[in-house]
């Protein structure tokens, strides 16, 4: 697999609430760990044991370092991450009892372009599946998505957040995986296979016009962050493996469960052996 995308380093706070309008209130936790969209789905379908390069951007600082540490020790191909001269992504995460918020600072991952995405041409014609996500430029994705629609390498779009990538990606995906939120602004678009992710409800499945409802195993949640990046990977795997796209999501699920049980995004990424345990 091939993923283009983005690699933010992540910095969590566990907070017992919101804070509203100017206020200051004290958190109970912090984490930090590497993240960013692009990054955690590479890791995900590598802990699942398939081969992955990721294509993206670090900056020349030691968050990006760590970052590169971290693909390395998952097994990720990081030979298309380029280093370059400004500050690596950064997301700054709060976990409070009913969800968790997210604010990202692109920073290096503005500097993945077509050429650099032109590179990795090769791998993205000869893999299984491209991933992508919406943390990238538009420009970036698109030449992705087309190189692999030309090579009738299979496209698994994730438009999280939903921004100007989608228009430029949605009409070469194969599969789409959105949020309840994100599927509100797909309008009109209806991808061959469309899943929605529902949290602890599981996440129902739209091939043509039947739509299958799955139901998630039931676990304690440490914390969210990274379980729809979880769900993307273990989608990707199976639904290579298998071609069904039913039994994929029925993987995915158990994968996100898994990952919500444990701190931090890529820390939280399934093996075989964790999906089993849920």
């Known amino acids: 697999m091939v993923v283009v995308g983005s690699l933010n380093y992540d910095i969590s706070a566990w907070v017992p609430r919101r804070p509203q309008l100017d206020e200051t209130i004290h958190g109970t936790r912090v984490e930090e760990n590497a993240g960013g969209k692009g990054a955690n789905q590479a890791v995900a379908a590598a802990r699942l044991k398939a081969e992955v390069t990721m ?28 280093k370059v001269d400004t500050s690596t992504g950064l997301a700054l995460i709060t976990v409070d009892p009913e969800d968790v918020s997210i604010v990202v600072v692109a ?50 779009f994730n438009p999280a957040p939903f921004n100007e990538v989608a228009s430029q990606v949605l009409p070469l995906a194969d599969v789409v995986v959105v949020n309840r939120y994100e599927a509100k602004q797909l309008g009109d678009s209806r991808p061959p296979i469309l899943v929605t992710t529902l949290g602890a409800d599981g996440c129902e499945v739209r091939v043509n016009q ?55 995004a890529q820390p939280g990424m399934p093996t075989w052996q964790d999906i089993d345990r849920v």
């Open 55 to 82: 294509v993206g951007c670090v900056g020349t600082d030691a968050r990006g370092n760590f970052l590169l540490t971290e693909l390395d020790a998952a097994g990720v191909n990081r030979d298309h991450v380029s």
């Open 107 to 156: 920073g290096a991952n503005g500097e993945l372009d077509r050429e650099r995405v032109e590179a990795a041409a090769t791998e993205i014609a000869s893999a299984d599946a491209l991933l992508l996500q919406g943390e990238v430029a538009a420009e970036a994705a698109r030449t992705a998505a087309v190189i692999a629609a030309a090579s009738s390498t299979l496209v698994v």
């Open 210 to 264: 039947e739509v299958t409802r799955i139901d998630a195993p039931e676990v304690e949640v440490i914390d969210p962050t990274g379980a729809g990046d979880a769900f993307v990977g273990a989608f990707a795997v199976a639904f290579v493996e298998t071609g069904d796209p039913i039994a994929a999501a029925a993987i995915a699920v158990r994968a996100g469960a898994a990952a919500v049980s444990s701190a931090g």
